[in-house]
């Protein structure tokens, strides 16, 4: 049985998601935002579950601001795609300036296009969309019919682009990909409500 748990975080509400293969007692974080280590410990108590990576879908500092302290609490690696790296080794808040303070995050390896993220014998393939930002992906586990897509889709919307590193060109091809994906496939993203492909069929026609 897989478990999935929604834990936002500060200061952003973002969306964090503990995912358990409960037989296999293995679970995974997907983001890491601010202040949710109790939440995430009393989760992982409950599942009878050991965290055995962070993978953070993009390099954005509400994604990323509560990696240092989930790594002190699970001791598990993180991981992102190679083109934000940077990101989390040299966090910043621009082009904002906002009163946190942010602590460098060593990326333990870098996912690419097609790698796979296993959870007990469920299996998540990496899918690069960038526009958002260049290193964006998403999870995509097509036998259980899940997407977990960080900020490149939302319920309704999409990533905003304006920001450093952000393509409308590429968040438009990002999101024509990810609307050729099944209809019925339960969307979990970085911010706000589940959603569906097919209640998003907007996409096709960026």
């Known amino acids: 049985m897989l478990t999935i748990q929604v834990i936002p975080g500060a200061p952003l509400e973002t969306n964090c998601y503990f995912v358990a293969d409960d037989e296999a007692g ?3 974080l997907i983001d890491a935002p601010w202040q949710i ?3 995430v410990t009393r989760w992982a108590e409950r599942s009878r579950a050991t965290v ?3 993978v953070c879908t993009h390099g954005h500092w509400d994604h990323t601001m509560g990696a240092h302290e989930l790594i002190a609490a699970t001791q598990a690696p993180v991981t992102c ?3 934000d790296g940077d990101m989390l ?3 910043s808040f621009a082009p904002f300036n906002l009163p946190f303070e942010l602590k460098a995050v060593t990326v333990d390896h870098f996912l690419e296009e097609g790698d796979i993220v296993a959870v007990g ?8 969309t960038p526009g958002h930002t260049p290193g964006c992906i998403c999870l995509y ?3 259980d019919g899940l997407l977990f897509s960080g900020d490149t889709l939302f319920a309704g919307a999409c990533g905003r682009m304006d920001l450093p590193g952000g393509s409308q060109a590429q968040m438009a091809n990002s999101l024509r990909r990810l609307s050729t994906l099944p209809a019925e496939t339960v969307v979990y993203p970085g911010h706000g409500e589940d959603t569906t492909i097919g209640a998003e069929s907007w996409m096709a026609r960026e």
Not at 121 to 128: G, I, K, L, Q, W
């Open 26 to 28: 293995e679970a995974i």
């Open 37 to 39: 280590v109790g939440e």
């Open 52 to 54: 055995k990576l962070i």
């Open 81 to 83: 795609h190679a083109l």
């Open 89 to 91: 080794a040299h966090p």
């Open 121 to 128: 014998r469920h299996r998540f393939s990496v899918m690069h």
């Open 141 to 143: 586990n097509a036998d």
